[in-house]
C-alpha cells in the first residue's frame, strides 16, 4: 500500500508563492510518473503538473512558466513550486502517482489566492 501526504497549502495574495510538498511513503516498487492535479468549487480536476521516471516535465499551459514541479528521490517527495500565484489558481491540489496500472492519490491540500 502507497500513501502519498501533501502539504504546504495556504492563503496567498495574488503574485505570491507557495511551495507544495507530497510525500510518498510505502510499498513503491515502480513509479512511471508523479503528478499534481487540481480542483476548483464547481470544476472537474484538471491535470497540473507532471513529472516522469526519467524526469521528463509537463505542465498545464495555464501554469507554465510560472509552476515548478521537481522531487527528492532520496526523500521519496515531490514538489510543485508555484509563484505568481492568480486567484484563478484556487483550488484543492491533490498528488498523485502512476505505478503501472496503478493510481495513488493524496488527501488534497488547499491554496487559495486572494485578489
Not at 522531487?71 to 491540489?93: C, F, G, H, I
Amino acid at each position: 500500500q502507497v500513501q502519498l501526504v501533501e502539504s504546504g497549502g495556504g492563503l496567498v495574495q495574488a503574485g505570491g508563492s507557495l511551495r507544495l510538498s507530497c510525500a510518498a511513503s510505502g510499498s513503491i516498487i515502480s513509479i512511471n510518473a508523479m503528478n499534481w492535479y487540481r480542483q476548483a468549487p464547481g470544476k472537474q480536476r484538471e491535470l497540473v503538473a507532471t513529472i516522469t521516471s526519467g524526469g521528463s516535465t509537463n505542465y498545464a499551459d495555464s501554469v507554465k512558466g510560472r509552476f515548478t514541479i521537481s522531487r527528492d528521490n532520496a526523500k521519496s517527495t515531490v514538489y510543485l513550486q508555484m509563484n505568481s500565484l492568480k486567484p484563478e489558481d484556487t483550488a484543492v491540489y491533490y498528488c498523485n502517482m502512476v505505478a503501472g496500472l496503478l493510481r495513488y492519490w493524496g488527501q488534497g491540500t488547499q491554496v487559495t489566492v486572494s485578489s
